[in-house]
């Protein structure tokens, strides 16, 4: 989600796995080893993308995984590719909790992820919900 084509999701996921692998002597366990790796993935994702401000990065999702999740899908039809297009119009962290919750995360585990509180998830998955209804019936 936080990519445009294949040599960036590529570049991005080797900055990830260095960057696990080099903060991999601080981890304390105090979480999951899971949801330690998603923040540092998530934090990794959207600090890249803050970085490259004159590009637009959010415009259009990468085409191979919109086609990944409609492949996915058995009811193939253009209702879920308009809700890839209304996803990328989310924000980075509108796009990150959804991103966690469409891996099934529990809300404490996508607040202690993304440094928020279970509270806070809940009113912006509630939030997201609404604004995804709205930008498929409109779109």
Do not use: H
């Amino acid at each position: 989600m936080y990519c445009n084509n294949k040599e960036d999701k590529e570049d991005l996921f080797q900055d990830i796995i260095l960057q696990l692998w080099r903060a991999y002597p601080t981890f304390k366990g105090d979480s999951k080893i899971s949801t330690w790796m998603y923040r540092i993935a998530i934090n990794n994702a959207i600090t890249r993308l803050r970085k490259q401000t004159k590009r637009k990065a959010f415009n259009e999702l990468d085409d191979e995984a919109m086609q990944i999740a409609v492949k996915e899908n058995t009811g193939t039809d253009e209702r879920i590719l308009l809700m890839y297009d209304a996803i990328k119009k989310l924000s980075e962290v509108e796009r990150a909790v959804t991103m966690l919750y469409m891996e099934e995360c529990s809300y404490k585990e996508m607040a202690e992820i993304l440094g928020l509180s279970e509270t806070n998830i809940g009113f912006k998955l509630n939030k997201i919900k609404s604004k995804l209804r709205t930008l498929v019936n409109i779109g």
